[in-house]
């Protein structure tokens, strides 16, 4: 089963605003955007089974999470967000992600630099991004990979589960 949701607003999110978003039955998915309207996309490269509605607040509150550390840690968080929850790994896919600083950086030249530093600050705070993980999925995490590309200005948070107690 794949869950998606799109967490709006980034370090602007206010408390009490509402995440629009649902898989429903089929293939058809529905992502909020941040201005709060609702897009409808197609996927047929693989049908979405029903979803819970206790699984779409779980993919929401993983966004909705992963986007607020980022804003801690940062000092700015993405302006947009979405995750994916499947059975063994759930994906946060960050957008909008760099500060003032490393966009100056980037465009004088810097770009490996940024990437650097990124890639060193998310070993430091790697724990912290577990914890959120286990915390809200309940399942422990054996791997965590993050990746960020410049030039999509975007970042990749990605979790592999640890195989459950007796599989």
Known sequence: MLFALECPGGAEHQPGTTVLGAAVQGAT???????????????LDRPNPPESPASGALVSQLSREIVQLHARLYGRGPTKARSYLQGDYAVCILEEIFTTAERTLIGAGSSEHVRETRKKFQEAVKD??????ERITGRSVQVFLSQVDIEANLALEFFIFSQPQGD
């Open 29 to 43: 998915d529905y992502e909020a955007r941040a201005n709060g309207s609702v897009t409808r996309s197609r996927r």
């Open 128 to 133: 912290e991004f577990i914890a959120v993980v």
